[in-house]
């Protein structure tokens, strides 16, 4: 492999970026089991499909089933989103292993609560960011 080959391969990989992009606020605030919002308030069922419009949201199926980490507070006049990932029970849903994302509280039905306790907090750009 030549010099030249070698350098525009180093230069090629140092410029490597990462493309996040800053969405609108959902909300100014947010309500949560723990000050990082890491902890499950409840898991629900999904009743009915939810088509993401963008890449904050995730997509749901009628009946799968998700965790809830947190639960946007809303503006008057706004919709009531909450945050959570897909319970993965099985290879079909694999792909969304580990994704967190929002969704309308209208599309899902508690079904467990894991806690009681819960903080209020103020969310952050990094709340609402897509990459």
């Not at 492999?1 to 090629?12: A, K, Q, R, T």
């Not at 969405?23 to 890491?38: F, H, N, P, R, T």
């Not at 909450?82 to 508690?110: H, L, N």
């Not at 894991?114 to 903080?119: D, I, L, Y």
Request: aromatic share 12%.
């Amino acid at each position: 492999m030549g010099y030249p080959l070698v350098i525009l391969l180093c230069v090629g990989l140092l410029h490597q970026t990462t493309r996040a992009v800053h969405m609108d606020k959902l909300a100014d605030q947010k309500i949560c089991g723990d000050a990082e919002c890491s902890y499950v308030l409840f898991m629900a069922t999904v009743s009915d499909d939810f088509i993401s419009p963008d890449c904050r949201f995730l997509n749901l199926r009628k009946g799968q089933v998700v965790y809830v980490y947190s639960k946007l507070i809303a503006a008057e006049g706004a919709g009531v989103f909450w945050s959570g990932s897909v319970c993965i029970y099985s290879e079909r849903y694999v792909d969304q292993m580990g994704i967190i994302g929002y969704f309308p509280a209208t599309v899902v039905k508690e079904t467990q609560r894991f806690t009681e306790n819960t903080v209020k907090i103020q969310t952050t750009d990094m709340d609402f960011y897509c990459d």
